[in-house]
């Protein structure tokens, strides 16, 4: 079985976040998916199930899991899919567990469309989380939340959870001196209830940093992570109005992701480059 390797929000090959597709998947199991993800190795491998020239269906897989949405595994997907001259249209919608994402190809790019929204100020619901929260990420006392005045906006910023189909936590930092010194501890995060964050600090107005934690699902750090960049775009839309921005992730591991990012409190678009860096063949029968 032939698979292709593409780094998905990248500028350049060997940047952005890598992921494995297997365009002719339709044949494998679910145990047999899950086996291949991890011998990949990598953050996510996707597995094509279907596909028509304006319509596909994927499964995605951690090295430990199934996961019903992610976003550079849809984007990459759906970047190789079109190169093979498997989709046809500018614009497709994907199949996955967690319902139809549209998907549009324009200039060089690829960008997905999620609806959804986030939730209220975690110190709104659980008291006292803020303190802890910082003492989780190795943090000081006031380096968790930012001024929206850092993006031209009015108000301050505090973590809350967010969804674009996946329920992820949101964690604006002071400045990127503190967003660099961010070092999570995963017990900490699990004793309060957190698989992992999405930190963020402004650079300037539409242009921002990221670094994304999930050791609740083994990614101690992702070099790009489309869902959570889709939910920040709601999380930052619902409190501060329609917004465009620039996302830039995975500096701190030597793996630069260009996000862009764009949405209105009920829907936000992600986008980027893919570059294709190896085709491969699998060639042990999982079944053995």
Not at 248 to 276: D, K, W
Request: a negative charge; aromatic letters at 6%.
């Amino acid at each position: 079985m032939d698979f292709l390797q593409v780094d998905v929000f990248a500028d350049a090959p060997y940047q952005g976040n890598p992921l494995a597709v297997f365009p002719d998947a339709s044949d494998l199991k679910a145990t047999d998916m899950q086996t291949i993800a991890r011998e990949m190795n990598l953050s996510e491998t996707t597995f094509v199930t279907a596909c028509e020239p304006e319509w596909y269906s994927l499964r995605i897989f951690t090295p430990q899991q199934e996961l019903p949405f992610a976003g550079h595994p849809s984007l990459g997907t759906a970047w190789v899919l079109k190169r093979l001259g498997r989709l046809q249209a500018d614009e497709v919608v994907q199949r996955s567990g967690a319902g139809a994402t549209p998907i549009r190809f324009f200039d060089d790019r690829v960008a997905l469309t999620r609806a959804g929204a986030a939730d209220r100020d975690l110190e709104d619901t659980r008291q006292g989380v803020g303190a802890a929260l910082e003492r989780a990420l190795g943090l000081a006392a006031g380096e968790v939340g930012m001024e929206a005045r850092e993006l031209g906006r009015s108000g301050r910023l505090r973590p809350a959870y967010s969804n674009a189909g996946l329920l992820q936590m949101m964690v604006p930092v002071r400045d990127v001196d503190v967003l660099s010194r961010c070092k999570p501890n995963p017990q900490m995060l699990e004793e309060l209830g957190i698989e992992g964050t999405y930190c963020f600090t402004a650079v300037q107005a539409g242009r921002m940093r990221a670094r994304g934690f999930w050791p609740g699902v083994g990614i101690l750090e992702d070099p790009a992570t489309g869902s959570a960049a889709a939910a920040l775009g709601l999380y930052l839309a619902g409190r501060l109005g329609s917004i465009d921005a620039e996302i830039m992730q995975g500096v701190e591991m030597g793996r630069p992701s260009h996000i862009f990012l764009r949405a209105r409190p009920t829907e936000s678009e992600v986008g980027g480059h893919c570059h294709l860096v190896l085709t491969g063949r699998l060639e042990q029968d999982t079944s053995r």
